[in-house]
């Protein structure tokens, strides 16, 4: 039989491993505790590091809808079509051309896929027109309009722009560039979707006279020699929200314009001259041209376009 001494000593030792195994169980809470807050911790850096980051992502983006935009030749063809029996007699013969032009333009007309509807708003880009006049070279600026910039170098980048000629002459009072773009040679072609209107910035401003101001047009301005601008289509409804088009005009001379046409780039001195070559043999007589409008007497056949990234 145990004695006093020994039952005391037996629960002595039963007490202290009882409150050995409470300080370990204690210990263990806090390491658990220690731990879930690390975990705690970091979660909410990451969640904050996420956070910035996007916010930080979006700076660097543009957000851009590129509308679906029909081909518009059917329409404009059934149009002359059924002007053509009361069209004067001398001008039967320039409509009946009219047709036959947008016929044929309306069988090499292209098709793109859209551009990526994210793209950055800043950087440049280097685009190269190989011509049988020489290389013509664009320095594309993203930041001047980002939605714009990224349809013109995605088109390029697509070969929508190869083996593509340039369709109009421009030669009026304010407007004098080269228009290019269009591999159907008509003016109209498109690649099957439309980009955002981007108003230029930074353009000197012209004040207009009293008259169209009260109409509620705003300030000309002038876009410089060299600069190249994506040329809007002629919305029907009046709406001015996604007109950008494949089409693009390079600017001989500083010209007076509202300020519709989004500025994506600038010509450089060499591909100007090639330019001027251009401009230098006027307008070719046909269906559709004018004395100030028209397809150029000197065609101009851009057999490769090329894209490089500067940063």
Known sequence: ?????????????????????????????????IAAAGVVVVAIAAVGGYFWWRSWDNGRHAQCTYADAPSDFKAQIDRLTQA???????????????????????????????????????????????????????????STAACNANAFLTLASAGYYDDTGCSQLWNTENIRGLQCGDPTLTGIGAPGWSSPDEPPHGLRTVPIDPQTAQMGSPDAVIYPRGTVAIVNTNAEDGSRTNTGSGNFIIFTKDSKLTPTLAVVGKVDRD????????????????PGSTATNGLPKTQLNITKASVSDDD
């Open 271 to 286: 591909g100007m001259k090639i330019v001027d070559q251009i401009a230098a043999g006027g307008i070719a007589p046909g």
């Open 1 to 33: 039989m145990s004695t006093n001494e020994e039952r005391r000593e037996a629960a002595r030792r039963k007490l202290e491993e009882r409150l050995e195994r409470e300080k370990q169980a204690a210990k263990k809470r806090r390491l658990s505790m």
């Open 84 to 142: 053509l029996p009361q069209a004067p007699a001398d001008q039967k013969a320039e409509v009946e051309s009219l047709i036959k032009q947008l016929k044929d333009g309306s069988q090499k007309e292209r098709k793109s896929a859209k551009p990526d509807d994210r793209p950055r708003n800043s950087g440049t880009a280097d685009v190269t027109f190989t011509t049988d006049k020489g290389d013509i070279s664009i320095a594309v600026d993203r």
